[in-house]
T-cell receptor, first 112, second 112 residues
């Protein structure tokens, strides 16, 4: 079956630091890839997505590029803020069944 | 667009009681998912529907759990009888396949 593996947390950073969260996937076919974010006490929000190889998704200063050759979709932000403290989930949707599969989530804490 | 609406937001019930969680998906969305989130197990897919038909219920933990989608604008997740280990946040999400899915704010269930 499909699976998503993302780096374990927690990750603690200082404000304005560079953030990278690694994500790799295993899937049959050609999945669409997503990053979701969950702020404390809230539901999951779609942060960005990419639907084909070499597509770059971006939102709120975050970016991720769909790398089919390495089956990866790493999340990056050049300068984090305290407000970026959240849990980040990498996910995929397989067009064979449209099931949404999540990674385990990475907790990010940004300190002022 | 009111988003995915879940009710109630919080539910506290006694062990052995029946609990019903409700979800109203976004109009026009043909996929609906139910997830459960706990600290120990993270996000777990319980069941998902396509055009009101259950597609995969392999994540439903046991016969105490049941889910229905009688029409395109309403779904329920029922636990009968409830147990303390069912305490979790339950999320509903809806969407149209590879475009991504929108999550509700969740129902925090506490079984005492």
């Amino acid at each position: 079956g499909d699976s998503v593996t993302q780096m374990e947390g927690p990750v603690t950073l200082s404000e304005e630091a560079f953030l990278t969260i690694n994500c790799t996937y295993t899937a049959t076919g050609y999945p669409s890839l997503f990053w979701y974010v969950q702020y404390p006490g809230e539901g999951l929000q779609l942060l960005l997505k990419a639907t084909k190889a070499d597509d770059k998704g971006s939102n709120k200063g975050f970016e991720a590029t769909y790398r089919k050759e390495t089956t990866s979709f790493h999340l990056e932000k050049g300068s984090v803020q305290v407000s970026d403290s959240a849990v980040y989930f990498c996910a995929l949707i397989n067009p064979a069944d449209y099931k949404l599969s999540f990674g385990a989530g990475t907790t990010v804490t940004v300190r002022a | 667009d009111a988003g995915v609406i879940q009710s109630p937001r919080h539910e506290v019930t006694e062990m052995g009681q029946e609990v019903t969680l409700r979800c109203k998906p976004i109009s026009g969305h043909d996929y609906l998912f139910w997830y459960r989130q706990t600290m120990m197990r993270g996000l777990e897919l319980l069941i998902y529907f396509n055009n009101n038909v259950p597609i995969d219920d392999s994540g439903m933990p046991e016969d105490r759990f049941s889910a229905k989608m009688p029409n395109a604008s309403f779904s329920t997740l029922k636990i009968q009888p409830s147990e303390p280990r069912d305490s979790a946040v339950y999320f509903c999400a809806s969407g149209r396949g590879t475009y991504g899915y929108t999550f509700g704010s969740g129902t925090r269930l506490t079984v005492v």
